[in-house]
């Protein structure tokens, strides 16, 4: 073998490596640009098919828009019982009551577990684990008996007292975590300068929590905004619904005429979610991130 | 003599700090006692309690002993829950960590714009749970649906994925797929964690691409994939709202989508027979005990600690 040819073999390989290295990020933005459009496609369908007039839902597999309607969402606020209004307000104070619960119940429960010294603290801290674990259909049927005898159907009540008592442990080990990050010299610092650890609590950890609070509430907000099981089972009444159990109710009386309306609804009822996810994401990836890896 | 009444000060000091914080811990702990004990473990004996009777709302609960467990033993419609339950937990919860997984890696070698993908595909977990969705699926899905409609144009003549009994469960597990965003940004933050060193070493030693995943990534991140497998598998054996709602409320068509959680809620709900419903909530808290115990015990033989 010659120099020349060796000198040519190793150009060779070298220019092929060259421009591998130059297609590669490019193949692998084509991939990730697709598979993104595929995975989002049935989402951004629906929304412009709620703006189309009713029937082409089931002929224009396509996401052009020639004509802006907005029929469907003028029909399907109305369609059912109560004005649309109705059910997101409601689900508004189920929301509003749920975040509200969570922030002041799970932040008292995650300080006594990051900082304070009780007995039978490792107990409770299992207790507390397990009990994110704890599947809702083993208590929902005593619970459902045991707010009956309240008189708590049809309110609000059954959806939001729980919060208060931090049932969403998940939220309680979030913000453990979260603590267990802060300097314990703060504390300290504060102990000496005269406060006691109700005043560290409100004074030291909660300002120093806002992220953690901030996962919280939007966690709480979307998953409040989206939960069903229990909303359907304690909110009979239509005057009652909260937006996930009215939208059902479109599904009962499935015309193909009412499609244009539901979809439009269901594209209102989403909006609350992808706002929350928009201007919430830092926040959430955070949260997912720190629970995720300990 | 100093030294030693310094020490019993000191120790005094503790103990009287020891009963503020025995006092401070139970009183920021009160609210989560007290929903542990009247809104977890309360309802939890009433239920296991209420297991063993038979119970409507409207009359006393009566003991029947083990009926209903023994009910449960030849009750088909269960059986066939528990199938649809498990092809569902089975087959949809590997598939949708192998794309999180896969993506996560191809993610974290430095893509530019890895940031708006990560949010693109995070974003369904959020959407997934709702009622939204649901009905979009039962649209997307159908005999006339945007997936039917898509084929059309290349000549392909779709049935009704969702009114055929074959293919019903198989649209709720594509949509379990589709949410496969949180346990990838879990996979994400893990791979982080893994020190670049590792890489550096193996590329000198010349290994490619795929033996450097074999040997670095997928031992290393093995404690982030039981760490998924575990919350997935029992979050999916807990799904409910969207059969409930692809299925119009009935788990059809045949019983197709009729989910454990399902069956539950049909009876204790939709019959109020509470005894029956208590007996299976308690059933499925067993099973999905069961999985969570195997897997921790199975973990020990493929889940690597570095440290």
């Given at each position: 073998m010659?120099t ?9 390989r ?7 290295a ?10 990730l640009?697709a ?10 369908w ?9 029937n ?8 052009l ?21 109705r ?15 969570n922030?002041?119940?799970?932040s ?5 577990f990051?900082r304070?010294e ?6 409770w801290?299992a207790?507390?684990?397990l ?16 707010f ?20 969403d442990?998940?939220?309680v ?12 010299e ?22 120093l ?14 998953w ?5 099981f229990?909303?359907?089972i ?8 909260t ?5 059902r ?5 499935t ?18 979610v992808f ?5 919430g994401?830092r926040?959430?990836i ?9 | 003599m100093s030294?030693?009444?310094e020490?019993?000060?000191l ?21 989560w006692l007290l ?27 009566k003991?029947?002993?083990l009926d209903n ?39 974290d ?18 959407l ?18 945007l ?7 290349v ?10 009994p074959?293919?019903?469960l198989?649209?709720?597990v ?21 020190p670049?060193?590792?890489y550096?070493a193996?590329s000198?030693?010349g290994?490619?691409t ?17 760490f ?18 692809v299925?119009?409320?009935?788990g ?6 009729m ?29 999905i ?12 033989y ?6």
């Open positions: 010659t020349e040819t060796l000198r040519t073999t190793v150009a060779a070298r220019t092929g490596v060259v421009t591998w130059r297609v590669r990020p490019l193949v692998i933005h084509v991939v640009a598979s993104a459009l595929v995975m989002l496609y049935p989402v951004i629906m929304v412009v098919s709620s703006l189309r007039p009713g082409e839902i089931f002929r224009d597999p396509g996401i828009v020639k004509d802006l309607r907005i029929d469907n969402y003028r029909v399907g606020w109305n369609a059912l019982t109560e004005p649309f209004t059910y997101l307000l409601n689900s508004a104070v189920v929301v509003l009551g749920s975040i509200f619960g922030l002041v119940s799970c008292m429960a995650a300080y006594a990051a304070l009780f007995v039978g603290k490792k107990f801290f207790i507390m684990l009990s994110i674990m704890l599947p809702i259909h083993v208590v929902i049927v005593p619970q459902y008996i045991l009956s005898h309240a008189g708590w159907i049809n309110t609000f009540l059954p959806l939001i007292v729980p919060k208060l008592l931090a049932t442990a998940f939220f080990f979030l913000m453990v975590q979260f603590i267990r990050g802060i300097p314990r703060l504390d300290e610092a504060a102990r000496i300068d005269g406060c006691g650890r109700g005043s560290i609590f409100l004074r030291v950890i909660l300002p929590m806002v992220p953690a609070l901030a996962t919280t509430t939007i966690f709480t907000f979307i409040t905004w989206n939960d069903f229990s909303q359907l304690y909110l009979t009444d239509p005057h009652m619904y937006v996930p159990v009215a939208l109710g479109f599904v009962d009386s015309s193909s005429s009412s499609w244009g309306s539901m979809f439009a609804m269901s594209v209102v009822s989403l909006v609350p706002l929350a996810f928009l201007f994401q926040f959430l955070k949260g997912i991130a720190t629970t995720g890896i300990k | 030294a030693l009444g020490l019993g000060s120790r005094g000091k503790k103990t009287a700090g020891q009963k503020r914080d025995n006092l401070a811990g139970y009183l920021f702990l009160a609210p929903g542990l004990f009247l809104i977890t473990i309360g309802p939890m004996l009433a239920s296991l309690y209420l297991s063993f009777t038979d119970y409507n709302l409207i009359q006393a609960p003991w029947i002993g467990f023994t009910r449960m033993l030849s009750d088909e419609r269960l059986h066939n829950s528990l199938r649809v339950t498990f092809t569902y937990v089975f087959v949809s919860v590997p598939l949708q960590l192998a794309i999180a997984l896969l993506l996560a890696v191809v993610l070698r430095g893509v530019r714009g890895m940031a708006f993908y990560r949010s693109v595909f995070y974003l369904p977990s959020l997934g749970s709702s009622v939204a969705i649901a009905i979009l699926w039962r649209q997307v899905f159908g005999t006339t649906g997936l039917n409609q898509l084929l059309d144009l000549g392909i003549h779709g049935k009704g994925w969702i009114s055929d074959s293919t019903a198989g649209t709720l594509v949509l379990n797929v589709w949410t496969f965003g949180s346990p990838m940004v879990i996979f994400l933050a893990g791979l982080r964690q893994i670049s060193m590792y550096e193996a000198v030693d290994a490619g795929l033996r450097r995943f074999f040997s670095i990534t997928l031992p290393l991140l093995t404690p982030i994939i039981f998924n497998l575990v919350l997935q598998i029992i979050h999916a054996f807990q799904a409910f709202t969207q059969a409930f709602v299925s119009g409320g009935s059809g068509p045949s019983d197709s989508t989910f454990f959680t399902l069956y539950l809620y049909d009876r204790g709900f939709g019959n109020f027979d509470m005894g029956y419903a208590s007996a299976m909530a308690w059933f499925l808290l067993v099973i005990g069961i999985f969570t115990a195997a897997n921790f015990l199975l973990s020990k493929w889940v690597f600690y570095d440290d």
